[in-house]
């Protein structure tokens, strides 16, 4: 193969980076969207298999999209008809088409207003037969600055189709109970807690027409998908996850006649959040198959494929607390079922709940593997005292003190080394570096210390530089380590953002390092738990719930019966 010189598609016209480049599959026109082109959404479009390129901005006379910080989006049609998808001003999510590669534009109108969206992200777009295509595109009802730290928006994932060539749509919120981020979603680069990969987003056709949609969840888990819309906190997680249209008209019209037909519902998404002898159990909304859901099965096993029917609610109920999950040494396993007229959903989303402890003692957020190949890359510098078994957070009741409570157990803590550092770190808008740590440090004499406070990550152009600590006081004195290797450090809420009943701790994780430096360089850990850059093995998402002291309050002594006085008779 040969390939000719290269051709710039612009120079000062356009900035920024661009979306997907997309060819059409009716004549070979090539089309490239970028999001400022003089302050316009434009398509940048070769009608010569890309040897000149003309610049031609998403406008007509009445209407002029405003420019955003996230990335368009273009799909081609079999009939070369042009979607294009952007997010205007970052409010809105606006589409367009047009018939004569990009020259004029056609019924630019929001797919997202109808809704109540008030920040749009990352829309992306694919096409299929004449006259079909669909807009994926990440959207929350709450105004406001979406970059900023204190913005506390839901983020659900919609996906919006048009079977008539563009001239009306119709728009789905496809995550209505399962929230793919909470808080700020980033858009300006470098270390921020709220840029965790929600940008890897893109949506295609199968061969039978069906959407999909392939995001990074960052509000995985039980703990995030479950929190109420008042608690402020995240995941920060970057699960890869893919949306999949079930039922419904397709992208090609060869699959019509199925997509009329009524089916069993499709399969919910479970979560699990067990807390102490409670099982919080919630799942996603069925596809109804186009027959309304009845019921949901909740089936239950203390093994893997064993479920029994453990109750039955009616719909639209998409939460159970399952009260009698009260045996500690056993890990219980779920399915949830769907049913309507037709049929059930199929029982293959399996989730186990494993017994984590309670908020009193510490719920264990992670919990490496006893072989511990994730410190693999220390070779010769693995030593027991720095091994990580797991790291756990609680609530215990201390006499009305309002703390947390953070345990890491090691393997060892019999002789401490020297020049090292134990570090419990977790994400927090409320740091004015973005996490906050607690942890124990010891000196070139094994002397331990313990401290919380701040991580910061310095970024430099685009480069982001070595997460440094910085310490801001010491913790509670009743925070100790044990020779079986159990550090615990307990810490005042108010000295780490005062987080309320309710919030997240997102991305708890464990760290340690054979020095006494204020650096976490990533290349200098000798074990972790969930670090970025590192082998990820913290899945589920590392979150804590925060669910107040006063929960392990000890029981007020009963009330002491009256005693009745003898009566006397009358003499």
Known sequence: MTWGPPVQTYTTECGGLHGHVKV???????????????????????????????????????????????????????????????????????????????????????????????????????????????????????????????????????????????????????????????????????????????????????????????????????????????????AYSATATIARQSSGKRLLAASDAVSKTRTAPGMPFVTQRRIGNVVHLAWSEADSGSSA????????????????????VNAPQTRFDDLSATDTTKTYFYKVVATNRIGSSAPNNEISAPFVGDTCNGVIIHQNDPAHPEAAAAGAAQIPQLLIDYVSVGEPYLNGANQLMFKMKVSDLSALPANSRWRMVWDSFASPGQQFYVGMTTDSSSTPTFEYGTIATAVVGLVVGVPQETKVGTPDPATNYKVDGTITIFVPKAAVGNPQLGDLLGAVNGRTFADNTTFERSTQLIDHTFVKAQTDTSYPAATYTIAGNNVCAPAPPPTPTPTPKPKHSPH
């Not at 096993?301 to 109750?311: P, V």
Request: proline letters at 4%; aromatic letters at 8%; charged letters at 15%.
């Open 24 to 234: 059409s599959p009716a004549d070979g026109t090539v089309y490239l969207p970028n999001k400022d082109c003089s302050g316009n959404e434009a398509a940048v479009v070769s009608e010569n298999n890309g040897i000149s390129w003309s610049v031609r901005p998403v406008s007509n006379p009445s209407i002029q999209p405003g420019p955003s910080q996230s990335d368009p989006a273009i799909a081609v049609d079999a009939n070369g008809r042009v979607y294009f998808a952007m997010a205007a001003n970052d409010s809105s999510a606006v589409v367009s088409y047009s018939d004569d590669h990009g020259n004029t534009w056609n019924n630019i109108v929001s797919v997202s207003s109808a809704l109540g969206l008030q920040n749009i992200r990352y829309p992306t777009a694919t096409a299929g037969d004449a006259g079909r295509a669909a807009i994926a595109f990440l959207g929350t009802t709450t105004a406001g600055d979406a970059n900023s730290a204190t913005f506390n928006g839901i983020w659900h994932l919609y996906v919006t189709h048009t079977f008539d060539g563009g001239l009306t749509w119709v728009t789905t919120d496809t995550t209505p109970n399962m929230p793919v981020q909470r808080g700020n979603i980033w858009t300006g680069g470098g270390a921020n807690i709220g840029r965790n990969l929600l940008d890897f987003f893109d949506v295609a056709i199968d061969k039978k027409g069906r959407v999909q949609v392939g995001y990074a969840n960052g509000c995985a888990g039980g703990n995030c998908a479950q929190s109420a819309a008042t608690a402020t906190g995240n």
């Open 293 to 312: 859901v009845k019921t949901y099965q909740i089936l239950r096993g203390t093994a893997s494929g064993a479920e029994t029917l453990l109750t039955t």
